[in-house]
């Protein structure tokens, strides 16, 4: 059975850093590609970044380019967001997911790729 887990949502200043992480169980990160999207209140879910199965290849929204990193621990089957630089902007519920088809040089940011999501964490920018 396959669980994702999110932890490390918070609060933070404009400019502050949070780490996000996702521990899942039931399938290998060796196999599956897999990422972060975001839901802002009143907007649609948004893919945030994403890293593929055997090549780890990762992909970044524009709007995160630079400031956020995708990062996984096979060994741990965990997944993390480094956020940094962050903005009253990024304020949303952070969801990860894990892709339902296998690409070692692909991830998806979309979330039609999906086929598992966590519950979400909330991170609240705010000055």
């Known amino acids: 059975q396959v669980q994702l887990v999110e932890s490390g949502g918070g609060l933070v200043q404009p400019g502050g850093s949070l780490r996000l992480s996702c521990a899942a169980s039931g399938f290998s990160l060796d196999f599956y590609g897999v990422g972060w999207f975001r839901q802002a209140p009143g907007k649609e879910r948004e893919g945030v970044s994403c890293?593929?199965?055997?090549?780890?290849?990762?992909y970044y929204a524009d709007s995160v380019k630079g400031r956020f990193t995708i990062s996984r621990d096979k060994t741990k089957n965990t997944w993390y967001l480094q956020m940094n630089s962050l903005k009253p902007k990024d304020t949303a519920v952070y969801y990860c997911?894990?892709?339902?088809?296998?690409?070692?040089?692909?991830?998806?940011?979309?979330?039609?790729?999906?086929?598992?999501w966590g519950k979400g964490t909330l991170v609240t920018v705010y000055s």
């Open positions: 890293i593929s199965s055997s090549d780890g290849i990762t």
């Open positions: 997911a894990k892709q339902y088809y296998t690409d070692s040089l692909f991830c998806d940011l979309d979330y039609a790729g999906m086929d598992y």
